[in-house]
């Protein structure tokens, strides 16, 4: 079974910095529009000082703890993907049952030179799926592999 890449907890630490940054500034909105108002439950600036503190704390469990529960192999038949932090999810992938391969990447990701391989099978439930937190060649490679797999199945 392979890790993601190192990288990707830098990846998964700036978008969750992102949400609570945003949750930050959104509660010292509310905090400086309702001042004069009275009805502040906490003194001006803890609540904002505790959404911070409690981001700040989830960029910094969180990503670890995601990146230690994720996995993947890539089998002579298949792809195995596990993960989950609290619901261990276990997937497995016929190769057989893919219909196409993507590789992609959002600027951040780019940024770190990761790439996420995006899986499209068969079926209406579950039918994408995304293995992310890969080097942006490894997810080339990946895909170039299974599209192989993939001719070969259908000349035969």
């Known amino acids: 079974m392979h890790p993601l890449d190192r990288a990707v907890l ?3 630490r700036l978008k969750l910095g992102m949400v609570a940054g945003v949750a930050t500034l959104g509660t ?3 905090e400086v529009l309702n001042l004069f108002d009275g009805d502040l439950p906490l003194p001006f600036g803890l609540t904002t000082a505790l959404v911070l503190a409690a981001g ?3 960029c910094l469990i969180v ?3 995601r990146y230690r529960f ?3 192999a890539l089998r002579p038949e298949e792809l195995y993907l596990e993960r989950g932090l609290f619901n261990r999810v276990r997937t497995i992938v016929p190769l057989r049952r893919i219909q196409h391969l993507d590789v992609s990447q959002d600027v951040i990701e780019r940024e770190f030179g990761l790439g996420r391989l995006v899986v499209h099978t068969a079926g209406a439930r579950s039918s994408e799926i995304v293995l992310p937190g890969l080097r942006y060649e490894e997810a080339e490679k990946l895909r170039d592999a299974m599209k192989r797999y993939i001719l070969e199945e259908d000349v035969v």
Do not use: E, G, I, M
């Open 28 to 30: 010292l909105a509310y």
């Open 56 to 58: 700040l704390a989830l």
């Open 10 to 12: 830098n990846v998964w």
């Open 70 to 72: 994720w996995r993947y």
């Open 63 to 65: 990503p670890p703890l």
